[in-house]
C-alpha cells in the first residue's frame, strides 16, 4: 500500500506543476514577442550603422531570405553609397528585384529599366528589358478600364522582341502581346456596342470600322458588320426626311458589303429586313423628290 500511496503522490505532484495550454500559448506567444523585438532592435541598429560594407552583406542576406522589406531598407541607404563603384551593379540588380518580388510592379518597371540605362554592357539587359515589359503586362487592367498600360506593355514587348528577335524569351513575349491584343479587342468591341445601346449610331459606326481597321483578323467582325447596317438603319429611320435619302443608301451599302462577307450568316434575315425597309423608303423619297421637281 506504501508503494502505492507514493506513486499516487508522485503523480499529484507532477500534475499539479504541469503547463495548462492557455499558459503555454501565452508564453509561446511572450517568447515570439520577445524575439521579434530583439531582431527589429537589431536591425534598427543596423540601419543607424555607417559600416556600409555590413549593411550590403546584410541586404543581400535578407533579399536570400526572402525578406524584401528589409533588404529594401538597407539598400535604400547604400546604393547612392555605391554609386559608381564595382557594388553598383549587383546592388541595383537586388533592388529591382526586390521591388518586384514585393508585387510593386510600378517601381519594379522604372527600376529594370533604369538599370539597363546605368548598366548597358550588363549581362542582366536582355532579362531586365524583358522585366520592365512584363511589369507593363502584369499591370494591364480588365478591358472595361483605361488600357493605356496595356498599349505601353504591348510596345515594351514588341520593342524587346526587335532588340532581341533570337532570344528564349521571344516566344513568351509574342504570347502576352497576343493577350495583351485581345483585350485591347475586347474593349474595342464593347466600346462600339456601348455607342450603339446609347443610340450614337455614328460614334458606333466609326467604332465598329476602327475595329475592323485595328484588327483585321478579329472574331467579331460579322457583328461589327451586321451592327453597322443596323447603326445606319436606324441613323436614317430616326433623321429628319430631308437627311434620310443619303442615309437610307448606306444601309443598302452596308448590307451589301455584310452579305458578301457573311452570305450565310444568321443574322442575314434581319440584314435582309432592313436593307428592303431602305430600298422601300429610297423609292418612297425618290418619288417626292420627283414630285417637287
Known amino acids: 500500500m506504501q508503494i502505492v500511496f507514493e506513486s499516487s503522490k508522485h503523480i499529484h505532484i507532477t500534475k499539479k506543476f504541469m503547463l495548462k495550454p492557455e499558459f503555454k500559448k501565452g508564453l509561446f506567444i511572450l517568447m515570439a514577442g520577445m524575439l521579434l523585438f530583439a531582431s527589429c ?7 543607424k550603422s555607417d559600416d556600409v560594407m555590413l549593411k550590403k552583406e546584410k541586404a543581400i542576406e535578407y533579399y536570400e531570405k526572402g525578406d524584401y522589406t528589409r533588404a529594401l531598407g538597407l539598400l535604400n541607404d547604400i546604393i547612392p553609397v555605391f554609386r ?41 539587359v536582355e532579362e531586365f528589358l ?3 515589359a512584363y511589369c507593363k503586362y502584369l499591370l494591364s487592367p480588365r478591358p472595361s478600364l483605361d488600357q493605356t498600360p496595356t498599349r505601353e506593355a504591348i510596345r515594351e ?29 475586347i474593349k474595342a468591341f464593347n466600346t462600339a456596342m456601348l455607342y450603339f445601346n446609347i443610340r450614337d449610331y455614328n460614334a458606333a459606326v466609326r467604332s465598329f470600322q476602327n475595329l475592323m481597321r485595328d484588327f483585321p483578323d478579329t472574331p467579331y467582325r460579322e457583328q461589327a458588320m451586321f451592327h453597322i447596317v443596323r447603326s445606319h438603319f436606324l441613323f436614317a429611320e430616326n433623321s429628319i426626311e430631308i437627311r434620310q435619302m443619303e442615309r437610307y443608301r448606306n444601309v443598302v451599302e452596308a448590307h451589301r458589303r455584310f452579305t458578301n462577307r457573311f452570305p450565310d450568316s444568321d443574322l442575314m434575315s434581319q440584314a435582309d429586313r432592313m436593307n428592303r425597309t431602305a430600298l422601300e423608303q429610297i423609292a418612297r423619297l425618290e418619288q417626292i423628290a420627283a414630285g417637287q421637281n
Open 41 to 47: 532592435s537589431k536591425y534598427q541598429k543596423l540601419l
Open 84 to 124: 559608381g563603384t564595382s557594388h553598383a551593379e549587383n546592388l541595383n540588380y537586388y533592388y529591382a528585384w526586390a521591388h518586384y518580388h514585393q508585387g510593386d510592379y510600378i517601381l519594379a518597371g522604372h527600376y529594370f529599366r533604369t538599370f539597363t540605362t546605368a548598366f548597358p554592357r550588363s549581362v542582366h
Open 130 to 132: 524583358f522585366m520592365s
Open 157 to 185: 514587348l514588341q520593342a524587346f522582341v526587335n532588340r532581341f528577335p533570337t532570344s528564349e524569351r521571344v516566344a513568351q513575349s509574342n504570347d502576352l502581346i497576343d493577350e495583351l491584343r485581345a483585350k485591347l479587342e
